[in-house]
């Protein structure tokens, strides 16, 4: 037995209407458990969406993990040409980054030169530079196993003593308008 919420009369525990007053007996306790259960199964689901803290600049000697993969510049250099035949233009020069790329995560993973692009001091942003580097080996396209390591030069032309230029890398440079991350070149 069980006292009504409004006259306080002994009623039957599961009685959903109060014989003398008439009045619904309402099952409070079941609502505000309801309730405590859905304001937390929103909360955990609002909670679970937190800002990516992600670091985006870096310097030109640190070494940026993202998602498991170890990227990161081993050389920079700036030259005018490696012969008569490939030669900067009047006032420019070309500068040869070497990128290393690691794949720690436990699955197979693609690289493309092109998701790298170069800003220079104004802002502007090129993609590579076509040209053949005689001694270099150039990044290429393709895919990294779990756990392999590939290294290889990309190449832009950028005004002669430019002490702006920024390495930028897009997880994919075909969907994404953001840049994953960049180096600051010393």
């Given at each position: 037995m069980k006292n009504c919420k409004y006259c306080q009369t002994e009623i039957d525990e599961k009685a959903k209407v109060c014989p003398v007053c008439h009045k619904k007996?309402?099952?409070?306790?079941?609502?505000?458990?309801?309730?405590?259960?859905?304001?937390?199964?929103?909360?955990?689901?609002?909670?679970?969406?937190?800002?990516d803290s992600f670091q985006k600049e870096y310097n030109q000697s640190d070494v940026v993990t993202y998602k498991d993969v170890a990227y990161s510049i081993t050389n920079v250099e700036k030259t005018k040409g490696e012969n008569q035949f490939f030669q900067a233009k009047e006032g420019y020069e070309y500068v040869k980054v070497t990128i290393k790329i690691e794949n720690n995560s436990d699955k197979k993973i693609s690289y493309n030169?092109?998701?790298?692009?170069?800003?220079?001091?104004?802002?502007?942003?090129?993609?590579?530079?076509?040209?053949?580097?005689?001694?270099?080996?150039?990044?290429?396209?393709?895919e990294l196993d779990s756990g392999g390591t590939i290294e290889g030069v990309i190449i832009w032309e950028q005004k002669q003593g430019d002490t702006g230029l920024k390495v930028r890398y897009y997880n994919n440079v075909l969907i994404d308008n953001d840049y994953t991350f960049e180096w600051t070149l010393d």
């Open positions: 007996q309402r099952h409070i306790v079941r609502w505000i458990l309801l309730g405590i259960v859905i304001i937390a199964i929103i909360s955990a689901a609002l909670g679970g969406k937190k800002e030169p092109l998701d790298f692009q170069m800003v220079n001091g104004d802002g502007a942003e090129a993609s590579i530079y076509s040209i053949t580097a005689e001694d270099d080996i150039m990044l290429q396209s393709g």
